[in-house]
């Protein structure tokens, strides 16, 4: 039998959505995700498994993506967090438990990933921020990452969050170079 946690997060919320700016001062929205952002999400998801080396999957089909997102969106402590630059669908990032059901379920597992119009104009840090923010509201006790040693845009943003490396897995990718780069895993004690 599989016990219900049972955690009581604290009185603090956030009010949604959450308003900023890109560096150029283009509006930008952070929501959670709904019903109708789930396609937009699954085929983001595609392009940029396609495009970037640096997202942790490979040639995604975007329909069971679609089902793993409706299915997440009811499920407790998930978060989906759409950005929107000036209307327009730029990415994603996620907070969701461990892995290991009630041993680590104070620990939230975050990933991200953007749209390449929306990279380097400072979304991806409000969206860490404000996950980062959301998993505290609901108590979680610290989140967790991993990255690409080679991608050095994400490794700064994670350090400058106050992210330190845990354990680095060497050797542990191949790029479509044929060279290997590390999966670094990073922590966060959000209390």
């Known amino acids: 039998m599989v016990r219900q946690h049972t955690h009581t997060p604290p009185a603090a919320h956030i009010d949604w959505p959450v ?25 983001g998801l595609g392009y940029v498994s396609r495009q970037s ?43 969701r438990p461990g892995r290991f059901g009630e041993k680590d ?6 990933s ?3 749209l ?10 409000e969206m860490m921020k404000t996950l980062i923010e959301w998993c505290r509201v609901v ?3 610290k989140a ?3 990255v690409f040693a080679n991608n050095a845009p994400a490794v700064h943003l994670y350090r400058s ?13 191949r790029t479509p170079r044929g060279t290997y780069t590390h999966n670094i895993f990073m922590g966060l004690f959000l209390t």
């Open 116 to 125: 390449p119009f929306a990279r380097n104009r400072g979304v991806g840090r």
């Open 19 to 43: 308003r900023t700016s890109t560096k150029d001062g283009a509006p930008v929205v952070l929501r959670p995700m709904k019903r109708r952002d789930v396609w937009r999400a699954a085929s």
């Open 112 to 114: 991200i990933w953007l």
């Open 105 to 110: 379920f104070h620990v939230a597992t975050l």
């Open 161 to 173: 969050l106050g992210f330190e490396v845990e354990a680095v897995q060497r050797r542990a990718v």
């Open 139 to 141: 108590g979680y006790e």
């Open 144 to 146: 967790e990452l991993e």
């Open 53 to 95: 080396f640096h997202i942790g999957v490979e040639d995604v089909s975007i329909g069971q993506v679609a089902n793993e997102f409706m299915v997440s969106l009811k499920m407790p402590r998930y978060l989906y967090l759409v950005a929107e630059v000036e209307d327009d669908f730029a990415g994603l990032a996620t907070a």
